[in-house]
């Protein structure tokens, strides 16, 4: 006669504890995905500034025809500005804005003839010219603020001018002021406005440009690595300003016409400041 067959083992702790596994597994959500990493800066070094200019002038060199018209709108917006102080003094500051205002965008063209050379291509005119159309939008907010943060500027500046002299002086009037030591007051306005709104418009487009040509990014990001390459390594960031500037001054001794070169070699040098500074 055969005996019953043992009942089937209770499942032990290891078994329940894979089936509750199982089970909680199951009712996890998935998980999300992981964040894409931030935008990486690259340590430079004080004697970058001269290297992006010796790029810039080797960018130049290579297709000097669309450097030289660039250069050439400078110059024209140089001799304008000019002749526009000599009658309407009041008029200049709301210009100068402007001209700060169009010379980043002017500089989009520079920026993709070295984009171009970098990539081992020759440079289109044409396309140097509508190197904004694809990215209308974003430049266009970029603008904006630029636009903001200048008129800001002028508005103070005209301020300045109103509290220290009766009216707006006339362009020898207005040379003889700031040399004159019995002005320092205004002068020291003059030159800290002056001081803090160039350093903003700096810090806010040292690389700001040449990345939203260069990469499907927002304007906001761009600013802000633009501001944060500013703020991290801000003695490089300091000469390569003092650099831009001293070249610039210099070229607009002679009445703009260094212009004509500077301004698209330092268009260029700005391209690889850019690409030594922010990781691809």
Known sequence: MLSPAPPPPAPGPLVAQDRSSTAAAEEAPALAPAPRPGIVLRQL????PLRWLALGWADFKRAPGIGLFYGACFTVMGWALMRVYEHAPAYLLALSAGFLLVAPFLCLGIYHVSRELQAGRQPDFGASLMAWDARMGQLGIFAFVLLVLEMLWARSTLVIFAVTFDGMPDFKGSLSALFNPENVTFIVAWAVVGAIFATLIFSVSVVSMPMLLDRQTDAITAALTSLRLVLTQTGVMFFWAVLISAITFAAMAPWFVGLLVVAPVIGH?????????VED
């Open 45 to 48: 070094s004080f004697a970058d």
């Open 269 to 277: 040098a700005s391209w690889h400041a850019y690409r030594a500074a």
